[in-house]
């Protein structure tokens, strides 16, 4: 029985965490899940235009809803839609009246505003406090609003904008996933003001709470530790563009709450819950005075009228001053029965922040769960205990009678039954979404021009006009699944990057047929160098290629031809050796399977390296380094790979390619010293930075110039021009592998995919190999095949983020799976695939530029050279 109870317990709580990138299905509103019924309005101009009429794609009635009359701007004219249960809501979609080419009326903006009970209605605004979301152009474009910060809601209100008087129509889609934690308001402290001395101050508050503020304290409400975002590991640093230090958290210092010592929160749910798990994301930044908390007390109400438990659930962490690392800590409930949660997290240093709070659970009270309530002295006289069976309270009491204990034994069979069909389902539940998750539609034809705004959360999905769909949304088999879909949806038979081999045969052929093993459809891309076939054993990704592809910190390390593993020893690296105890650890970069990439300080590291030296004069100041260390736990294959990685680190001399400075391989740990650039990576640089205007220079808003951009990329071209000359291929090529110095010098760097910061940036590929495959070319792709020519489709990919200034990921709006899919279009060529579009800071003769690097015919993309030669003008213009 218990064993029956563990299992259902493990199975949920697989479940509860919220992605707001993942959670973008369509809730109903096309396809009718949403029934009439639970959509109203403030009013309706006709019967044909009621507001059962607003469903996307739909040409029922006059084919939209439409407000009584001229919209007026200080008008609030709404469009109600109940879901039906709390909602994670992440995306918006609106359409104007079209009405089979006979509509023209549309929103230009709209606002919303959303309750959780249908009685308190709080109004959104995003993240820069702004209500308004720009809408539509005109009367059959579908645009696609993102929601910065999401919205945790059961109704919701579309309210019209306009400035001017006019007639609006509305169609909509709202996009989201089941709020299954079922959390509806917390309550604590409102947070603090960090101001260390040396440091950005930090306002570590939360800026996106929807309830209460009085009093210094937050109450009735949800935010920022309920909206997916997972805080860095240097709070400093934040996921969101254009916000202050520190605003991925919520913290409290120690002694601005008195003496008690803990942060006290309080937690209130949708209804009564067996609690199996709690989360909490927190930051342990150690050496600015930040840990996770040293443990936790929580106390259960069952009734929001009743008294608070006396025996609360205890949990004492395990504090490491070792790993800096944010982490999730998962505090266990047993099971405990409750309406309402209040829990006492207490200090283990100076500060305690918190950026996601979520909780795993049972929907059903269990009769095993049941447990005698005992109020507090400060609860209530009216609160009601359970009560216990006369034979667990008295264990001198009678036997039950023989007719009884049938019906005991007859109830606890049933109960096992039922508890093995809940199993069954939910083994069968996983099956299916597993299947599902493999096999989602095929982009719609309508939907292939697609245009991405860098200016804001907006896309506009450029839809022709289309006869009325008939009935209550598409029919045949695509529309029987009763499950969510995801925006952007995908061909049925995709399964993953090694399948598409199948999927398409010509491609099978093409790579069978190929004397380098992993070839192309044109003959002469067959007759590749040995250089340029140095990997390609398969047609597709082959297990050890993948592995080998990280490198053993987790970076990308270049691939280089004929350099045998199995003769490198210490005599073959030319690097001198540093002394290890003049490395002073900062920060740690990020981790690999078998090592680390270190933050350091080089103490007396100038004077080492002596004359001709690389680094700029610090003027005997420490200089800082990243260092890549060899963990101990690593195999020999890692050693050698490592050892590997260091010849070829030391065969590099570039201005614009990051040098290996020296070692430390007399002992271990192994460890590679290279240089770190004082302004980081150049992803965090742009993004964190507008293009130069008079206004950026008024208000001292951190730009660069176009004519900063344009050196960057040429600088990018001739380091990558000076490794494609020695048969060196990156694999990785982007921003985040950019490092530049105070200079804006750029030196090309290999260990971005180490970092968390850009996890997102990469794919895993059957939960062994991660690969940045939103930077990849199609045959890397479909048959990992990395060569020159693949680099610089990276490189192309590279220019559309310095110009877009790194403010979004590479086709932000399509899944991981939606871009492998779309390499399958490059590959058939058949006038599918989708291309990034022209950032609007690019010259076109630029994005002419990038779209060569992108053509689908290996031999038309340029060369390195060539790139540096086609950019190198335009840097004096």
């Given at each position: 029985m218990h064993l029956f109870l563990l299992l259902i317990l493990q199975a949920i709580a697989a479940f509860g965490q919220i992605d707001p990138t993942h959670c973008r299905y369509a809730l109903g509103m096309e396809d009718g899940r949403i029934k009439d019924d639970d959509i109203t309005a403030s009013s309706q101009w006709y019967e044909t235009t009621a507001p059962h009429y607003a469903r996307f794609n739909r040409e029922e009635g006059d084919g939209a809803w439409c407000p009584e009359g001229q919209l007026e701007p200080s008008d609030s004219q709404y469009l109600q839609v109940d879901l039906g249960r709390l909602t994670f809501l992440t995306v918006v979609g609106t359409q104007g009246r079209y009405a089979r080419n006979s509509g023209k009326e549309y929103a230009r903006a709209y606002r919303l505003n959303y309750s959780r009970d249908g009685l308190l209605w709080k109004s959104w605004r995003n993240r820069l406090g702004n209500p308004v979301m720009d809408a539509n152009k005109n009367a059959y474009t579908s645009v696609i609003n993102d929601l910065h910060p999401p919205i945790i809601t059961r109704y919701i209100r579309l309210i019209p904008v306009t400035k001017l008087s006019t007639t609006v129509c509305m169609r909509v889609e709202l996009y989201g996933c089941p709020w299954d934690d079922g959390l509806i308001s917390y309550s604590a402290p409102e947070g603090q003001l960090m101001m260390p001395p040396g440091y950005p101050s930090a306002s570590l508050n939360d800026s996106t709470y929807d309830g209460a503020h009085e009093r210094?304290?937050?109450?009735?409400?949800?935010?920022?530790?309920?909206?997916?975002?997972?805080?860095?590991?240097?709070?400093?640093?934040?996921?969101?563009?254009?916000?202050?230090?520190?605003?991925?958290?919520?913290?409290?210092?120690?002694?601005?709450?008195?003496?008690?010592?803990?942060?006290?929160?309080?937690?209130?749910?949708?209804?009564?819950?067996?609690?199996?798990?709690?989360?909490?994301?927190?930051?342990?930044?150690?050496?600015?005075?930040?840990?996770?908390?040293?443990?936790?007390?929580?106390?259960?109400?069952?009734?929001?009228?009743?008294?608070?438990?006396?025996?609360?659930?205890?949990?004492?962490?395990?504090?490491?001053?070792?790993?800096?690392?944010?982490?999730y800590v998962t505090v266990p409930l047993n099971r405990r029965t409750a309406k309402s949660l209040r829990c006492r997290f207490y200090f283990a240093d100076v500060w305690m922040m918190f950026?996601?709070?979520?909780?795993?659970?049972?929907?059903?009270?269990?009769?095993?769960?049941?447990?005698?309530?005992?109020?507090?002295?400060?609860?209530?006289?009216?609160?009601?205990?359970?009560?216990?069976?006369?034979?667990?309270?008295?264990?001198?009491?009678?036997?039950?009678?023989?007719?009884?204990?049938?019906?005991?034994?007859?109830?606890?069979?049933?109960?096992?039954?039922?508890?093995?069909?809940?199993?069954?389902?939910?083994?069968?539940?996983?099956?299916?979404?597993?299947?599902?998750?493999?096999?989602?539609?095929?982009?719609?034809?309508?939907?292939?021009?697609?245009?991405?705004?860098?200016?804001?959360?907006?896309?506009?999905?450029?839809?022709?006009?289309?006869?009325?769909?008939?009935?209550?949304?598409?029919?045949?088999?695509?529309?029987?699944?009763?499950?969510?879909?995801?925006?952007?949806?995908l061909d049925p038979q995709y399964q993953n990057p090694a399948m598409l081999r199948n999927k398409l045969p010509e491609l099978s052929q093409s790579a069978e047929a190929s004397a380098c093993g992993g070839g192309y459809a044109e003959p002469d891309v067959t007759q590749c160098t040995p250089h340029q076939c140095f990997h390609n054993n398969a047609p597709h990704y082959a297990?050890?290629?993948?592995?080998?592809?990280?490198?053993?910190?987790?970076?990308?390390?270049?691939?280089?031809?004929?350099?045998?593993?199995?003769?490198?020893?210490?005599?073959?690296?030319?690097?001198?050796?540093?002394?290890?105890?003049?490395?002073?650890?900062?920060?740690?970069?990020?981790?690999?399977?078998?090592?680390?990439?270190?933050?350091?300080?080089?103490?007396?590291?100038?004077?080492?390296?002596?004359?001709?030296?690389?680094?700029?004069?610090?003027?005997?100041?420490?200089?800082?380094?990243?260092?890549?260390?060899?963990?101990?736990?690593?195999?020999?294959?890692?050693?050698?790979?490592?050892?590997?990685?260091?010849?070829?680190?030391?065969?590099?001399?570039?201005?614009?390619?990051?040098?290996?400075?020296?070692?430390?391989?007399?002992?271990?740990?192994?460890?590679?010293?290279?240089?770190?650039?004082?302004?980081?990576?150049?992803?965090?640089?742009?993004?964190?930075?507008?293009?130069?205007?008079?206004?950026?220079?008024?208000?001292?808003?951190?730009?660069?110039?176009?004519?900063?951009?344009?050196?960057?990329?040429?600088?990018?071209?001739?380091?990558?021009?000076?490794?494609?000359?020695?048969?060196?291929?990156?694999?990785?090529?982007?921003?985040r592998n950019c490092l530049l110095d105070r200079r804006l010098t750029i030196k090309i760097a290999d260990f971005g995919m180490s970092r968390n910061l850009y996890s997102s940036d990469y794919y895993r590929i059957q939960g062994r190999a991660v690969l940045p495959i939103r930077w990849m070319a199609w045959e890397s792709i479909l048959l990992g095949k990395f060569t020159t020519a693949s680099d610089v489709w990276a490189f192309g990919v590279t220019l559309w983020e310095i110009f877009t200034l790194c403010k979004e990921q590479p086709y932000s709006l399509l899944s991981d799976e939606q871009v492998i899919e779309n390499s399958g279009e490059f590959f058939r060529n058949q006038g599918r695939q989708i291309f990034l579009y022209a950032p609007p800071l690019c010259p076109p003769s630029l994005f002419e530029l990038m779209m060569r690097c992108w053509s689908r015919d290996i031999p038309n993309r340029p060369s390195f050279e060539g790139l540096f030669q086609a950019l190198r003008p335009h840097v004096n213009q």
């Open positions: 210094r304290r937050l109450f009735g409400g949800l935010g920022q530790l309920t909206d997916g975002v997972i805080g860095l590991d240097n709070f400093l640093l934040t996921r969101q563009y254009n916000v202050w230090p520190g605003y991925d958290y919520l913290g409290w210092r120690n002694d601005s709450l008195g003496t008690q010592g803990y942060v006290e929160m309080e937690f209130v749910f949708d209804r009564q819950r067996n609690f199996t798990s709690m989360k909490v994301h927190s930051n342990n930044m150690f050496s600015r005075g930040v840990k996770i908390f040293s443990s936790v007390s929580c106390w259960f109400k069952p009734r929001l009228i009743a008294g608070w438990e006396v025996e609360p659930v205890v949990f004492k962490t395990v504090l490491d001053d070792r790993n800096p690392s944010a982490r950026s996601e709070i979520s909780f795993q659970s049972e929907d059903t009270i269990l009769p095993t769960q049941m447990t005698l309530v005992v109020t507090s002295p400060l609860a209530s006289e009216e609160s009601t205990v359970t009560p216990i069976p006369e034979t667990a309270a008295n264990p001198s009491a009678s036997v039950p009678p023989e007719g009884n204990t049938a019906i005991l034994i007859g109830c606890l069979v049933t109960i096992i039954l039922l508890l093995v069909i809940i199993i069954f389902l939910i083994l069968w539940c996983q099956y299916v979404c597993k299947v599902l998750e493999k096999a989602p539609r095929r982009i719609h034809d309508e939907e292939m021009t697609v245009r991405l705004s860098s200016c804001s959360d907006t896309i506009i999905l450029q839809t022709p006009p289309v006869p009325p769909r008939s009935g209550h949304g598409p029919s045949g088999p695509a529309n029987t699944d009763p499950h969510y879909e995801r925006v952007f949806l297990e050890t290629d993948i592995v080998r592809l990280q490198g053993v910190t987790g970076s990308n390390m270049y691939a280089v031809p004929a350099l045998t593993v199995d003769s490198l020893t210490r005599k073959d690296i030319s690097a001198a050796e540093f002394p290890r105890q003049q490395l002073i650890f900062r920060e740690k970069l990020g981790e690999g399977q078998f090592g680390e990439v270190h933050l350091c300080e080089a103490e007396g590291l100038l004077e080492f390296l002596g004359e001709g030296s690389p680094l700029p004069d610090r003027d005997g100041h420490s200089v800082l380094v990243a260092v890549k260390q060899l963990r101990a736990d690593a195999t020999s294959q890692a050693r050698n790979d490592f050892l590997k990685e260091i010849k070829i680190m030391s065969r590099l001399n570039d201005p614009n390619i990051i040098r290996l400075l020296c070692v430390c391989v007399s002992s271990d740990p192994l460890c590679m010293v290279t240089e770190y650039m004082e302004n980081g990576d150049l992803n965090m640089f742009l993004s964190q930075r507008e293009i130069e205007s008079t206004l950026t220079h008024a208000n001292n808003i951190p730009s660069v110039s176009l004519s900063n951009l344009l050196h960057m990329s040429v600088q990018i071209a001739s380091g990558m021009k000076y490794l494609a000359s020695l048969n060196f291929v990156h694999r990785d090529l982007a921003t």
